[in-house]
T-cell receptor, first 111, second 114 residues
Framework: GQSLEQPSEVTAVEGAIVQINCTYQ??????LSWYQQHDGGAPTFLSY????GLEETGRFSSFLSRSDSYGYLLLQELQMKDSASYFC????????????FGPGTRLSVLP | EAQVTQNPRYLITVTGKKLTVTCSQN?????MSWYRQDPGLGLRQIYY???????DKGDVPEGYKVSRKEKRNFPLILESPSPNQTSLYFC?????????????FGPGTRLTVT
């Protein structure tokens, strides 16, 4: 099975850059995803890394290094609306599509 | 509008009283899943289904049942709810081909078992 670790909280100011790390222990997986969840809301998909390297989507980028069992989500030009919880997730490399999520990182953006 | 719907959104029930939470998606997705979310534990997968009549256990299946008789619907059944099943539940769906496997989540069902 999989085990993912994330920092529980991160704080940054508007306009700054913040990196949320995700480390994992796995026997095999297909790719690393990131989801955003605002208080009271449902998780929404942000990005997916199937291969090592950086994927960029607007102000958000995600990185994966399978050799280091490590990934991160990079948020640039932070805005107040980015205050939310962020979850990394993997899809296990078994016969099905079992997803495992990390515990989540709560990002607070200060004015 | 492409969406995943869940009903009810809020439910308070008593121990042992069977309940069903419905989930429906209008995107023709093959894959559907149920998660529970508890503080500090993130989202934990309960059951998932890769297509009609194909279901499998996730990480925390004990005390839950599911069925997938139609592609669009994936109800979650608690035959005899207990207080430790008090949680926020999310249904999700996605395609099974392609590279992203992006999951679309429903709005959530907050369940309290007393």
């Amino acid at each position: 099975g999989q085990s993912l670790e994330q920092p529980s909280e991160v704080t940054a100011v508007e306009g700054a850059i913040v990196q949320i790390n995700c480390t994992y222990q796995t026997s095999g997986f297909y790719g690393l995803s990131w989801y955003q969840q605002h208080d009271g809301g449902a998780p929404t998909f942000l990005s997916y890394n199937a291969l090592d390297g950086l994927e960029e989507t607007g102000r958000f980028s995600s990185f994966l290094s399978r050799s280091d069992s490590y990934g991160y989500l990079l948020l640039q030009e932070l805005q107040m609306k980015d205050s939310a919880s962020y979850f990394c997730a993997v899809r296990e490399a078994n016969y099905g599509q079992n997803f495992v999520f990390g515990p989540g990182t709560r990002l607070s953006v200060l004015p | 509008e492409a969406q995943v719907t869940q009903n009810p959104r809020y439910l308070i029930t008593v121990t042992g009283k069977k309940l069903t939470v419905t989930c429906s998606q209008n995107m023709n997705h093959e894959y559907m899943s149920w998660y529970r979310q508890d503080p500090g534990l993130g989202l934990r997968q309960i059951y998932y289904s890769m297509n009609v009549e194909v279901t499998d256990k996730g990480d925390v299946p004990e005390g839950y049942k599911v069925s997938r008789k139609e592609k669009r619907n994936f109800p979650l059944i608690l035959e005899s709810p207990s207080p430790n099943q008090t949680s926020l539940y999310f249904c999700a769906s996605s395609i099974t081909s392609g590279s992203s496997y992006e999951q679309y989540f429903g709005p959530g069902t907050r369940l309290t078992v007393t």
